[in-house]
């Protein structure tokens, strides 16, 4: 890819954050809606693999999910299996946040894919599905 090119991707990649930041009114962080689609993906995760996902100290981990703890958005549960574990799991409210949070970005993202015909929006998944491979 040419300079040009690369600057024209991330030019795309920062004009649709500030879309989604301006159609963004919840207090709520990056991380913390990281961590609830982690959650609604996964159905539950363990402290290690949180930490290990986000690539942050456990320690920043835990603050993380008392954060959402305290807002009601996940709950923490001990493994069955292993009491020593523990594991957290998205809430109701977690999980509307979540499903606000994702209309109010499709919908910040819509002015950009909306210039696309069908078969572009398309391709335009299917590279940048390969380049996340």
């Known amino acids: 890819m040419t300079n040009k090119g690369l600057m024209t991707f991330l030019s795309l990649i920062r004009e ?3 879309s989604v930041r301006k159609a963004w009114n ?3 962080s990056g ?3 990281h961590l609830l689609h982690l959650l609604e993906t996964n159905g539950h995760v363990n402290m290690s693999d949180l930490s290990e996902h986000l690539g942050i100290s456990q320690s920043a981990a835990t ?3 008392n954060r ?3 807002g009601n ?4 549960e001990r493994s069955e299996e292993d009491r020593r574990v523990v594991n957290l799991k ?3 409210e977690g999980r509307q946040l979540l499903e606000t949070f994702s209309a109010s970005r499709d919908k910040a993202l819509e002015k950009y894919i909306s210039k696309l015909t069908p078969e572009e929006r398309a391709e335009f998944v299917r ?3 390969k380049m996340l491979e």
């Open 26 to 28: 919840f207090n709520i």
């Open 31 to 33: 991380p913390q809606l």
């Open 68 to 70: 959402m703890i305290k």
């Open 73 to 76: 958005y996940i709950t923490r």
């Open 90 to 92: 998205i809430t109701d």
């Open 63 to 65: 603050a993380l999910a």
């Open 127 to 129: 590279l940048c599905q």
């Open 16 to 18: 649709s954050n500030k």
